[in-house]
């Protein structure tokens, strides 16, 4: 198997499309899914690179492993339902703190996922989303998130990591509205996010393998007389 030379990963909780959206990218069809169970990853070829994109599970019970995946990564991507303003509330909560292990120049996205749920008559069409008729736009709820509410997210997570927003990319240009379904901006959204990552991989490569402590090596320090106690 070839060697990651980065790393991606969706985090978000479950039910928002996370593997939806990975199999709409790297299969380019939107199948059944299973609720995840750990974690699984695909490789992708970016240009002379190979990037692995982390598939993580949103249920409670594998919370615990999250921070494992996200070790080391060049770029999170944390993914809502755009239905769901829980799932919003939930990155913050539950998901933002298992970045903590990711690389520091970490970049993040933000994803509101299944738009094509939504009454969506009032954007701008756009050259992946035919025009719809009003009629058509009926049958569908209006959105509970707003882009203006996950910009917000994005502005809080460079608060918490003590980030300067004029040395990130911006806040429009990191948060998404996608449809996993539809494929709506999915290939966008990842090709956004690799060449971004582009860079990280550059650096990480040539600062070499993160430091290693061989214990094989380990020889304990003779115990020294301290002084206070002689
Ligand atoms: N309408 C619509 N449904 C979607 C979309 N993306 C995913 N779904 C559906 O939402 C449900 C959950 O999708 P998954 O991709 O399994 O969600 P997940 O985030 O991977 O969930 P966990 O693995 O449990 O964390 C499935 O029934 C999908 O078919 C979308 O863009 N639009
Ligand atoms: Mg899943």
Known sequence: MKKPDGKVVLLGDMNVGKTSLLHRYME??????VSTVGGAFYLKQWGPYNIS???TAGREQFHGLGSMYCRGAAAVILTYDVNSLQSLMEL???FLALTDSASADC???IVGNK???TDDCALPPDENRPEKSVASCGAKVRKQVRAEDAI????KILKYKMLDEKDVPAAEKM?????AKTGYKVDYLFETVFEMVVPIIVRQKAEGPPQTVDITDYKP?????????A
């Open 175 to 179: 948060c998404f509205e996608t449809s």
């Open 28 to 33: 380019r069809r939107f199948q059944d899914t």
């Open 92 to 94: 913050e909560d539950r």
């Open 107 to 109: 970049i993040f996205a």
């Open 53 to 55: 994109i982390w598939d």
């Open 221 to 229: 320090a003779k115990r020294t007389k301290s002084g206070c106690c």
């Open 115 to 117: 738009v094509d749920l």
């Open 152 to 155: 917000a997210l994005y502005k």
